[in-house]
């Protein structure tokens, strides 16, 4: 527990300090960070489907376009394993 409150910055530490443990801090700061399961599959359903459309730009360059690509595909990592459609 005292890991978590010496790691985290004052905007957060001012949300958790009044955490009686350290699961509840962690998920407090889940939830803060990502959202609830709701908020998640929602993210996860707009970020899929900016993948699954993602086309090049007519006003783009390759590298702006490789860039956008690399940040839909690491915002979908970031809610982990992704179940592939059948």
């Known amino acids: 527990m005292h890991t978590l409150l010496y790691a985290v910055g004052p905007d957060e530490y001012s949300r958790v300090s009044s955490c009686f443990n350290a699961k509840e801090i962690w ?3 889940e939830v803060t960070h990502k959202g609830t399961d709701r908020v998640k599959k929602s993210n996860v359903g707009i970020f899929t489907l900016n993948y699954e ?5 007519p ?10 690509f690399t940040t839909i595909i690491n915002e979908l990592k970031s809610y982990g394993p992704i179940p592939l459609k059948k």
């Open 59 to 68: 006003e783009e360059d390759i590298k702006v376009m490789y860039d956008r």
């Open 27 to 29: 998920e407090k700061l």
């Open 53 to 57: 459309t993602f086309t090049m730009k």
